[in-house]
């Protein structure tokens, strides 16, 4: 559990920036 916490955090953030990129690109 305290693994899987960071790696959510991390992992949602990254998402997040890919899909604005791709949103203000467009």
Known sequence: MLLI????SVGARRLHDINFSGWWQQ
């Open 5 to 8: 916490i960071p790696l959510l």
